[in-house]
Nanobody, 133 residues
Framework: EVQLVESGGGLVQAGGSLRLSCAAS????????IGWFRQAPGKEREGVSW????????NYADSVKGRFTTISDNAKNTVYLQMNSLNPDDTAVYYC??????????????????????????WGKGTLVIVSS
């Protein structure tokens, strides 16, 4: 059974940090590119980042570039999203998704909106992040 399980969400003050985890099972982790998405109340889902451990590549939405970092640990079949300098606009449910590699995910942006969502094969159920002002 394919599973993506997010964890690490919670309540944090503006300026603080959180680290989210996405634990994968049931598929060949190294064959897939893992993305983080988020959806705030009343807004469309937004692509946040992508990581390919096979091709050693990452990419980020403009809204998080310089503040968020995504890392893939193949030994643990887990992808992390380190989020620093959080602000209330980062409040959302954060999801991870897995899809096959696409060069287009890693070309220079700018990126916004549901970037890369169309090709996602597997989704997690999400973890809630709330940033208080």
């Amino acid at each position: 059974e394919v599973q993506l399980v997010e964890s690490g969400g919670g309540l944090v003050q503006a300026g603080g940090s959180l680290r989210l985890s996405c634990a994968a099972s049931g598929f060949i982790f190294a064959d897939y590119t893992i993305g983080w998405f988020r959806q705030a109340p009343g807004k469309e889902r937004e692509g946040v980042s992508w990581v390919s451990s096979t091709y050693d590549r990452t990419n980020y939405a403009d809204s998080v570039k310089g503040r968020f970092t995504t890392i893939s640990d193949n030994a643990k079949n887990t992808v992390y999203l380190q989020m620093n300098s959080l602000n209330p606009d980062d409040t959302a449910v954060y999801y991870c998704g897995a899809r096959l590699y696409s060069e287009g995910l890693f070309t220079p942006g700018p990126y916004s909106g549901p970037w890369g969502e169309a090709g996602v094969d597997y989704w997690g159920k999400g973890t809630l992040v709330i940033v208080s002002s």
